[in-house]
T-cell receptor, first 110, second 113 residues
Framework: GQQLNQSPQSMFIQEGEDVSMNCTSSSIFNTWLWYKQDPGEGPVLLIALYKAGELTSNGRLTAQFGITRKDSFLNISASIPSDVGIYFCAGLVRDYKLSFGAGTTVTVRA | KAGVTQTPRYLIKTRGQQVTLSCSPISGHRSVSWYQQTPGQGLQFLFE???????NKGNFPGRFSGRQFSNSRSEMNVSTLELGDSALYLC????????????FGSGTRLTVV
């Protein structure tokens, strides 16, 4: 399947900081999705993006669908301890198959 | 409503053995998708079942197979286990297969020794 490059691989954040992560691909996607996975749980959908250039917010989370349709980024504002987890980007082309990035592990620095 | 239930939660198997994992979707959901999650690789799509038919398949060897029953419950089977099959196996259910409506289970952690 399509390869998604997600960066950074991991990050330590200070409570209250704004953080950003992104995903790039050599292929075009029709939809970008961002998930969060808590330890011992399955991923949960945070934000779905359907149109190139679209900017969507969900509380402290903001995500954008890149103009080229080959990239997306996720911002978390004013991070809090419960933001800890693994964040995945995923791209959807067709046939209900998702291609996932390798994930960004977020740890909050006390 | 009850979420997606995967059993067992943990499993340890020996190389060469086979294993069957189970996924009970949310009531009313007819699509079940399976993913393999390994550190540094993210989630890799295995297959998707809808109304007892396999609709989509990922790029995994034939040792990985699945099926779906009339009550939408799904099983995944891996034969002739290899060390590299150690992973978290996740299933996701949705009404008709759209990932926008995915609800993931907590996964089955398979360790092959």
């Amino acid at each position: 399947g399509q390869q998604l490059n997600q960066s950074p691989q991991s990050m330590f954040i200070q409570e209250g900081e704004d953080v950003s992560m992104n995903c790039t691909s050599s292929s075009i996607f029709n939809t970008w999705l961002w998930y969060k996975q808590d330890p011992g749980e399955g991923p949960v959908l945070l934000i779905a993006l359907y149109k190139a250039g679209e900017l969507t917010s969900n509380g402290r989370l903001t995500a954008q669908f890149g103009i080229t349709r080959k990239d997306s980024f996720l911002n978390i504002s004013a991070s809090i301890p419960s933001d800890v987890g693994i964040y995945f980007c995923a791209g959807l082309v067709r046939d209900y198959k998702l291609s996932f990035g390798a994930g960004t592990t977020v740890t909050v620095r006390a | 409503k009850a979420g997606v239930t995967q059993t067992p939660r943990y499993l340890i198997k020996t190389r060469g053995q086979q294993v069957t994992l189970s996924c009970s979707p949310i009531s009313g959901h007819r699509s079940v998708s399976w993913y393999q999650q390994t550190p540094g690789q993210g989630l890799q799509f295995l297959f998707e079942y809808f109304s007892e038919t396999q609709r989509n398949k990922g790029n995994f060897p034939g040792r990985f197979s699945g099926r779906q029953f009339s009550n939408s419950r799904s099983e995944m089977n891996v034969s002739t286990l290899e060390l590299g099959d150690s992973a978290l196996y996740l299933c996701a259910s949705s009404l008709e297969g759209s990932p926008y409506g995915y609800t993931f289970g907590s996964g089955t952690r398979l360790t092959v020794v």
